[in-house]
């Protein structure tokens, strides 16, 4: 089975909001943020019949997928030409084989993008694939999602998923092209229905809690106004998405979404799923006046208790007057 979407888990949306799985497989794939369901592939015509390589076996429906992830992964073990690089976005770009079973065609879709992480060059290119791939109404959302969480992985030099790349670092202005771009995906209103929304989320968390360097100030900016629908009581998003939202808000804008992470952490009445991301994140955004009511939720909310006690923890680290 392929795998799922970056983590980028964070302690702060609290055990069992959001947790993506990493390793589909041993090996040289790196670890993969989220993984999405698998969605059935929609048909879409090539737009240019790749070039003949050594590495034709992969579109071989003959072969086992298994035995062509391993001859890829042994062709590629060392070096990988410029003519096979194309070759390689080319089958990103296109429709899987005829015959391919989609989730083993997203497993090796997985590995595709591991070696061309691993061998590119080129970070233009390597953006500009990347994110039209996110772009593409054509592409299933298990795809869209692998794109975001390479893309963060390669921003993200620093992260707990960063591995051995021959890619330059990104120039901020190529990384504000691709920061823009995510969180313009992130508002899509039709991909809320997916993880995508929440896998970007994660990975701005992520830039800004790693301290990669990477400046997406203008990305959260820009989301700041969907961040506030999606924590209003009124708003009309899904919850997941919402879930996602109440833990990336804590920590991408902490003093100005206080306000609003207070009012569903303190709701007596309010869905568990919610008051989760949102007491763990007054551990990052709270303040010494929270102490009080975290602590009477710790004592008084058996499903509660452990994220109003990590909590206090948290943020009586950050305000030791307040003990």
């Known amino acids: 089975m392929f795998r799922k979407a970056m ?13 993506f799985a990493w390793n589909h497989q041993k090996g040289t794939a790196p670890p993969v943020i989220s993984e999405a369901p698998p969605p059935r592939m929609r048909t879409q015509a090539p737009r240019s019949a790749p070039q003949p390589t050594r590495l034709d076996f992969l579109t071989d429906t003959g072969l086992p997928y298994q035995a062509r992830i391993t001859r890829f992964r042994n062709t590629l073990a060392t070096e990988c030409s410029e003519p096979e690089i194309r070759f390689l976005y080319q089958l990103l770009e296109n429709s899987p084989p005829t015959g391919e079973l989609p989730e083993h065609w997203y497993v090796i879709t997985n590995d595709i993008m591991t070696a061309i992480l691993a061998h590119e060059t080129d970070p233009r290119r390597f953006s500009g694939i990347l994110t039209g791939l996110l ?26 998923q960063a591995h051995h790349t ?24 039709s991909l809320e229905q997916t993880s995508i929304p929440g896998t970007i ?11 990669s360097g990477v400046d997406c100030s203008q990305a959260v900016a820009t989301l700041k106004p969907w961040l506030t629908q999606a924590l209003r009581d009124d708003s009309p998003l899904g919850n997941p998405i919402r879930v996602s939202a109440v833990g990336a808000a804590g ?29 763990a994140a007054l551990g990052h955004a709270g303040e010494a006046e929270d102490l009080p009511k975290l602590r009477k939720i710790a004592t008084s909310s058996p499903e509660l208790t452990y994220a109003a006690q990590d909590a206090v923890i948290a943020l009586s680290s950050r305000q030791p007057a307040a003990n």
């Not at 991408?252 to 008051?275: D, H, K, M, T, V």
Request: hydrophobic fraction near 45%; glycine fraction near 6%; avoid cysteine.
């Open 135 to 160: 772009n593409s109404p054509h592409q299933p959302e298990v795809i869209r999602d692998y794109a975001v969480q390479y893309l963060a992985t390669w921003l993200n030099p620093r992260s707990a």
């Open 166 to 189: 021959s890619l330059p670092t990104a120039s901020p202005d190529i990384a504000g092209q691709v920061l823009e771009s995510l969180a313009a995906a992130a508002t899509d209103p």
């Open 251 to 279: 920590i991408l804008a902490p003093e100005e979404f206080r306000p609003l992470i207070r009012n569903i952490a303190y709701q007596e009445n309010g869905g568990s799923s919610l008051r989760l991301p949102a007491i």
């Open 201 to 211: 989320l994660m990975m701005l968390v992520d830039l800004k809690r790693s301290g």
């Open 7 to 19: 983590p980028y888990l964070l302690p702060a949306l609290v055990g069992g909001a959001a947790v």
